[in-house]
C-alpha cells in the first residue's frame, strides 16, 4: 500500500481528498432533503414515505461486509472513482426522468438504493485510504477535517438549499447531486500512487473467508473491540432517543418546527466545533480522557432529554453531544488506522460501520416501541442507564497505558502493540 507521505503535513492529495469528500457530502445532502418532499408531493401513504428509511438503511445491513472484502482486493482509489460515476449515472436518470415527468416513487427509491449501496462500499475505502495521503501523527487532523466538511454541508448547508432548489425544481437537487459526484470522481481520480492493501498469498480466498478474518482480527483487539461494541450498542439508544425527539420538543418542551429544527443545528453547531478543535484538545487531554468524557456526555444528554423541560438545557445537552461525537469519530478512525493491518484496513472499517448501522435499525424499531408503551421519556431513560452501565464496564478499557501503546509507532512486521490485543 502507498503511504506517499511526506514530512508531517497534510498536502495537496489530502486537499483533493478533503475536497471531494466535501461536495459528495452536500449533494448527498440536498438528496437526502429532496427525497421525502418528493415521496410526501406523489402520496401521503405513511407506509410508502416511511419506506425511505428502509431504503436509506438495507444497503448498510447487505453490502457492509462484502463491501470490505472488495476495498481490501483491488485499488481503493480506482474503486471510489468508478462508484462516483455510477452515481452520477443512475441520479442522471432520475432527473431526468423528473424534467420529463416520467419518474416515480419506486423510481426514485431503486435510484437511492444504488446511491446508498455506493455510498457504503465507497466511506469504507475512503476510511482506507486515509493513512495512505496523511501522515501518522497527522491523522487526528485529517479525520477533524473530513468530519467538519461532512458537518458543514450535509448538516448545515444542504439542507436549507436542498429544500430551496426543491421548491424551484424537484429535480434540481438530484442533478446538484450528480455534479458534486463527477467532481468527487475527478478529484479522487488526481491522486496519484497506487492505493491496494498489501499484497497477500496470491490464493483467492472466498467472500466469507475474508470477512470471518477480518471480523475475528477486530474480535481480538481489546480497544478496537470494545469501540466497534460501544458505538453499536450506543447507536440503538441514541437512534431510539432521536426517532422521538420531535414528540418529545412539540410535547414537553414546547417547541414548534423551528425549535425543533434549532435542536439539531446545536448539535451540528457542536459536531462543527468539535471537528476544528478536536486535534488540539485530544493532544491535550489524552485520547483516553476524550473517550471516557465523552461517555459521561452521552449519559448527560440522556438524562437531560429524560428529566428537563427546559429547550435551553436540552440543547446545550445536544450541542455537548455534538463536541463529543465529532471527537468520538476522530479518536475511533484514527486508533482504526494506526492499528489495522493496511490488508485488512477494508474489512475492518466495513466491520465496524455494519455493526453502527445494526444499532441504527434496531435503535429506530426500539425508540417507537418503547416510547408507544411506556411514555415518550422512556427511551430516554432507558439510554441513561444504558450508558451508565456502559461506563462502568469499559472505563478501565481506556486506560493510559493501553491507549499510549496504540499510538506509539507499529512494529517492523505491520502487527499492533500486545497491549492492544486481548
Do not use: K
Not at 465523552?294 to 446545550?316: C, F, Y
Request: with cysteine.
Amino acid at each position: 500500500m502507498t503511504t506517499g507521505t511526506t514530512g508531517d503535513r497534510l498536502d495537496g492529495r489530502f486537499a483533493r481528498l478533503w475536497t471531494a469528500s466535501t461536495m459528495s457530502a452536500l449533494g448527498s445532502g440536498m438528496a437526502t432533503v429532496a427525497a421525502p418532499l418528493y415521496v410526501a408531493s406523489q402520496t401521503d401513504d405513511p407506509l410508502t414515505v416511511s419506506a425511505g428509511a428502509a431504503v436509506a438503511w438495507l444497503p448498510w445491513l447487505l453490502f457492509a461486509l462484502p463491501g470490505g472484502v472488495l476495498v481490501d482486493r483491488v485499488d481503493r482509489r480506482r474503486l471510489m472513482v468508478v462508484i462516483d460515476w455510477l452515481r452520477v449515472a443512475v441520479l442522471a436518470v432520475l432527473a431526468a426522468a423528473m424534467l420529463t415527468d416520467r419518474a416515480g416513487v419506486a423510481l426514485l427509491y431503486a435510484v437511492l438504493f444504488v446511491v446508498n449501496t455506493g455510498e457504503v462500499v465507497f466511506r469504507s475505502a475512503a476510511q482506507a485510504i486515509v493513512p495512505a495521503v496523511v501522515p501518522r501523527s497527522r491523522l487526528e487532523r485529517a479525520n477533524g477535517w473530513l468530519g467538519g466538511g461532512t458537518q458543514i454541508m450535509q448538516n448545515m448547508v444542504a439542507g436549507p438549499l436542498g429544500g430551496f432548489l426543491f421548491v424551484a425544481a424537484a429535480a434540481i437537487p438530484f442533478a446538484v447531486n450528480a455534479g458534486t459526484y463527477a467532481l468527487s470522481a475527478v478529484l479522487v481520480g488526481l491522486l496519484a500512487g497506487s492505493y491496494r492493501g498489501a499484497p497477500g498469498t496470491g490464493e483467492r480466498r472466498s467472500a466469507r473467508a475474508e470477512v470471518a478474518e477480518g471480523f475475528r482480527w477486530l474480535l481480538s483487539q481489546r480497544l478496537l473491540r470494545t469501540m466497534a461494541l460501544l458505538i453499536g450498542l450506543l447507536n440503538v439508544t441514541l437512534t431510539a432517543a432521536l426517532a422521538v425527539l420531535v414528540l418529545l420538543a412539540t410535547d414537553r418542551l414546547g417547541l414548534g418546527s423551528v425549535g425543533y429544527g434549532a435542536l439539531f443545528t446545536c448539535m451540528a453547531v457542536g459536531g462543527l466545533l468539535g471537528s476544528a478543535v478536536g486535534d488540539r484538545l485530544v493532544a491535550t487531554i489524552t485520547a483516553t480522557w476524550t473517550v471516557r468524557v465523552g461517555l459521561l456526555i452521552e449519559a448527560g444528554l440522556h438524562l437531560a432529554l429524560a428529566a428537563s423541560r427546559s429547550a435551553v438545557v436540552v440543547g446545550l445537552a445536544l450541542f455537548a453531544f455534538g463536541v463529543h461525537g465529532a471527537l468520538w469519530n476522530m479518536v475511533a478512525n484514527s486508533l482504526r488506522q494506526r492499528l489495522t493491518p493496511p490488508a485488512l484496513m477494508g474489512r475492518v472499517g466495513s466491520t465496524t460501520l455494519f455493526i453502527a448501522a445494526g444499532g441504527n435499525c434496531v435503535g429506530a424499531l426500539l425508540g417507537g416501541l418503547v416510547a408507544d408503551r411506556y411514555g415518550i421519556t422512556a427511551p430516554y431513560w432507558v439510554g441513561f442507564v444504558v450508558a451508565v452501565a456502559v461506563i462502568a464496564a469499559t472505563w478501565r478499557v481506556f486506560d493510559r497505558a493501553t491507549v499510549a501503546a496504540a499510538y506509539a509507532d507499529p512494529a517492523p512486521d505491520g502487527r499492533e502493540s500486545p497491549a492492544t490485543v486481548a
